[in-house]
């Protein structure tokens, strides 16, 4: 079946610090991989989704991600974050038995440092 | 304009009683989705309806019942509410294209406390 995982479970860092918050899935399929943001006390938003074509993805807010097939890794990156980055990241992949269901990583809380 | 709204966004209640979360889309989507998220983030999917009818439902107990009068609409009702229950829940919805996952749009939450 397939899965995801996010290695990072909580992760500080300063402003202006890079970001690299990993994503590991499990699938044998089509691959479609996507990043969603949870800012505190607020609902899931799409930061970005790959589906094919670039590898390199560029989302919302200055984020990007690299979909690294050999690597099954969909990695999130940002080179300088910002205090408002604080929030929840969650890596999510699609699952095989239809009905555009989409399974999460247990997230990554990131809270930026001023 | 909101895309997609529940209501209510907090919900205090004791054990054992029957409550009910609405949740409305605007976005002309005909796939609507329930997820639970618990004290610690994880995210977990409870249902998806397409136009109406049922395609997934999680392992959830029955005590939840998903009721979609129209394809805009996707109501949650708890019979017997437990400690357990106790969580946010999320509404969403998407396109639902075959072979295509779509990007899903999430309703602000319900906070449910159980007592």
């Known amino acids: 079946a397939q899965s995801v995982s996010q290695h990072n479970h909580h992760v500080i860092l300063s402003e202006a610090a890079s970001l690299e918050l990993g994503c590991n899935y499990s699938?044998?399929?089509?691959?479609?991989l996507f990043w969603y943001v949870q800012y505190p006390g607020q609902h899931l938003q799409l930061l970005l989704k790959?589906?094919?074509?670039?590898?390199l993805v560029k989302g919302i807010k200055g984020f990007e991600a690299e979909f690294i097939k050999s690597k099954f890794s969909f990695n999130l990156r940002k080179p300088s974050v910002q205090w408002s980055d604080t929030a929840e990241y969650f890596c999510?992949?699609?699952?095989?038995?239809?009905?555009?269901?989409?399974?999460f990583g247990t997230g990554t809380q990131l809270k930026v440092e001023l | 304009d909101t895309a997609v709204s529940q209501t209510p966004k907090y919900l205090v209640t004791q054990m054992g009683n029957d409550k009910s979360i609405k949740c409305e889309q605007n976005?002309?989507?005909?796939?609507m989705y329930w997820y639970k998220q618990d004290s610690k983030k994880f995210l977990k999917i409870m249902f998806s309806?397409?136009?109406?009818?049922?395609?997934i439902n999680e392992t959830v107990p029955n005590r939840f019942s998903p009721k979609s009068p129209d394809k805009a609409h996707l109501n949650l009702h708890i019979n017997s509410l437990e400690l357990g229950d106790s969580a946010v829940y999320f509404c969403?919805?998407?396109?639902?294209?075959?072979?295509?996952?779509?990007?899903?749009?999430f309703g602000p939450g319900t906070r449910l406390t159980v007592l």
């Open positions: 969403a919805s998407s396109l639902g294209t075959s072979g295509i996952v779509n990007e899903q749009f």
């Open positions: 699938y044998g399929g089509t691959v479609n």
């Open positions: 790959y589906f094919s074509g670039d590898p």
């Open positions: 999510a992949v699609p699952f095989t038995g239809g009905g555009n269901k989409l399974t």
């Open positions: 976005l002309g989507h005909d796939t």
């Open positions: 309806y397409n136009n109406k009818e049922l395609i």
